[in-house]
């Protein structure tokens, strides 16, 4: 599957200049630039999405951006009659002007480091971040920026460096304003995982996690969201208030009291536990993307790492994880608390995407409008409701 991209272009100042012909790039799916700024005839900086018409919204179709050009390009542009009016929910690197600030703070970050970047390539851009990859003489370095939601993720990667070196990536710097340099981690990322490596992954993440049971005060101080017991019910409460979900609300605070009197205790967890957010080499892990990170009961991420398993396989997965928190908390029930928290997930996940939409402007809720109503109707089905 491809796409076909229109690149709306416009001056550092934002001055609408035109549109570039459109052409086809080689990879389907929108947030991922990197093909897209391959292709264009004129040296580019995405900045956002404008629109998009597919049959699966984020994947293939016809898709225009905007983009960023140091100057009017020396070739044809089409006029085009649009308007571009500023959003308080827009990210700072989506606005004109704003790549190249980031760029320019990762470089002078790694001049500092010793490390100085030669070449800049933009990766991806959407509302969840924009990512570069910096190469120079001493290895590739990734930049990433994060909207204002996701800004802990830097605390989290500090923290977890100090005790879990090697399972995280290496933090190289970060600032105030959702950046952060992260050294290179060979390897792919594991989207293709099957269950023996999910249940290394498992037991990688189980690790960090009773490593991080004595810093969680020190996490929400520092920003990641506290979701311990009935803050979660209040969060799953507020953020799908909109979204008609009452009838799958009922009973939630006390199913989390009764999940929380199973005795495995509240710890870091990730909040997107798939495997293509581990990446591999084949010799070692390294647990990526903490952007979705919070304070709460880890059971969330064992039931994320096993979507698309089939029973046996996803079972076996769980049964592993609860014999270790058996054996690392004598007493605990976690057998108890997966079940009572499996539609509880369903009702976070649906409180995730409901929180993006609330929080990005209209033009990137394209991305996510369609998870919504998806996960209080799984929610439903596990609580017998559907």
């Known amino acids: 599957m491809t796409r076909t991209v229109t690149l709306v272009l416009v001056d550092p100042a934002g001055r609408l200049l035109g549109a570039l012909p459109p052409y086809e790039v080689p990879t389907p799916w929108w947030q991922e630039v990197d093909a897209v700024v391959c292709g264009a005839p004129v040296e580019v900086a995405v900045l956002r999405l404008l629109s998009g018409v597919s049959d699966r919204p ?31 929910l827009r990210a700072p690197y989506a606005e004109p002007g704003g790549p190249a600030a980031t ?24 509302n969840l971040s924009a990512i570069w990859r910096l190469d120079g003489p001493h290895g590739p370095v990734w930049l990433k920026q994060v909207p204002g939601f996701f800004r802990h993720e830097a605390a989290v990667l500090r923290r977890l460096g100090a005790i879990t070196p090697g399972l995280v990536p290496p933090l190289l710097a970060a600032d105030d304003d959702g950046r952060m340099l992260l050294d290179h981690v060979p390897g792919e990322d594991r989207y293709g995982a099957d269950p023996a490596e999910r249940h290394a992954i498992a037991a990688d993440q189980h690790t960090l996690q009773v490593r991080a049971l ?37 009973g939630l605070e006390e199913r989390l009291a009764r999940a929380r009197r199973c005795g495995v ?7 997107d536990l798939h495997p293509g957010n581990v990446r591999s080499d084949g010799d070692r892990r390294v647990i990526i993307d903490w952007g979705d990170s919070f304070v709460g009961h880890p059971a969330f991420d064992i039931l994320v790492l096993t979507i698309g398993l089939p029973p046996d396989a996803s079972g076996a997965l769980v049964a592993a994880w609860c014999a270790r928190w058996r054996a690392d908390v004598p007493g605990c029930e976690p057998e108890r608390a997966v079940e009572l928290l499996r539609p509880v997930a ?25 998870d919504v109503p998806h996960w209080p109707a799984q929610a439903a089905t596990l609580l017998g409701r559907g």
Do not use: M, N
């Open 58 to 88: 984020g994947i293939g179709g016809a898709v225009t951006y905007l983009a960023e050009v140091a100057a009017p390009p020396a070739v044809p542009l089409r006029p085009v009659d649009l308007e571009l009016p500023s959003h308080p």
């Open 103 to 126: 760029v320019g703070w990762a470089t002078a970050a790694l001049d500092r480091l010793g490390r100085p970047a030669k070449e800049a390539a933009q990766r991806r851009t959407w």
């Open 346 to 370: 369903a009702l976070r996940s649906a409180a995730v995407y409901a929180a993006f939409l609330a929080a990005i402007e209209p033009s990137e809720r394209v991305y996510h409008e369609a």
């Open 265 to 271: 205790p509240d710890t870091l967890v990730h909040g």
């Open 214 to 250: 004595p810093l969680v005060d020190d996490l929400v101080a520092a920003g990641v969201p506290d979701l311990r017991g009935a803050a979660l019910a209040r969060w799953i409460r507020a953020a799908l208030a909109l979204h008609h979900a009452d009838a799958v609300l009922d």
